[in-house]
């Protein structure tokens, strides 16, 4: 059965601090893993897409890495910020029987707070 | 590129009442997802369209929900009648889904439904 789990559920931090959120999957013969940010009230935005063949991809102060052997994705936020404040979402797509069209699962998500 | 479009944004209904959601995907993209989020959970995928055609329904409970996609662009997703425990936030994304899943989602901004 394919599961995401995202640990831990919520993170309180001070401005500045460097911080890592994790995700485990149950499964490694996935296609990819995506890291989504969610804004209370809004839908979700695409933060970070990491093939199944790559190890991590970086964007600004974000930095996210796979670890398919293990079954690990973290991501990583360097000298959070108070408009880094939402909840932080992975998911994983597998690949569907009998097709080349994935499936994403997603994780719960770490809701993260970030005070000044 | 604009967005994918989701109307309305907020609806609140008595249960047993129907309800229709709207969702116009980025142009080009051939695959449209809807997703259910029930608060303080990962989105869970209802239908997920290639195309109009249907690629998996399995989690859409067909006893209430219906969703189509005319001409492979603009869908919609109908519950009738709705439960209280249909309240949540639905989701509609829109990818390119090339072989072996190699694109990212783009989500809509999402529909909160509350039932009372």
């Known amino acids: 059965k394919q599961e995401v789990t995202q640990i831990p559920a919520a993170l309180s931090v001070p401005e500045g601090e460097n911080l890592v959120l994790n995700c485990s999957f149950t499964?490694?013969?996935?296609?990819?893993l995506q890291w989504f940010r969610q804004d209370p009230g809004k839908g979700l935005t695409s933060l970070l897409l990491?093939?199944?063949?790559?190890r991590e991809q970086t964007s600004g102060r974000l930095n996210a890495s796979l670890d398919k052997s293990s079954g690990r994705s973290t991501l990583y936020i360097a000298a959070s910020q108070p408009g880094d404040s939402a909840t932080y979402l992975c998911?994983?797509?597998?690949?569907?029987?009998?097709?080349?069209?994935?499936?994403?699962?997603f994780g719960r998500g770490t809701q993260l707070t970030v005070w000044p | 590129e604009a967005g994918v479009a989701q109307s309305p944004r907020y609806k609140i209904i008595e249960k047993r009442q129907s309800v229709a959601f709207w969702c116009n995907p980025i142009s080009g993209h051939a695959t449209l997802y809807w997703y259910q989020q029930i608060l303080g959970q990962g989105p869970k995928l209802l239908i997920q369209?290639?195309?109009?055609?249907?690629?998996?329904d399995s989690q859409l409970p067909k006893d209430r929900f219906s969703a189509e996609r005319l001409k492979g662009v603009d869908s919609t997703l109908k519950i009738q009648p709705a439960k209280l425990e249909d309240s949540a936030v639905y989701l509609c994304?829109?990818?390119?889904?090339?072989?072996?899943?190699?694109?990212?989602?783009?989500f809509g901004s999402g529909t909160r439904l509350t039932v009372v």
């Open positions: 994304a829109s990818s390119l889904e090339g072989a072996l899943g190699m694109e990212g989602y783009t």
């Open positions: 990491i093939q199944s063949s790559q």
């Open positions: 369209f290639q195309n109009n055609g249907v690629v998996d």
């Open positions: 499964d490694s013969a996935i296609y990819n």
């Open positions: 998911a994983a797509m597998w690949p569907r029987r009998g097709s080349t069209l994935g499936r994403l699962y």
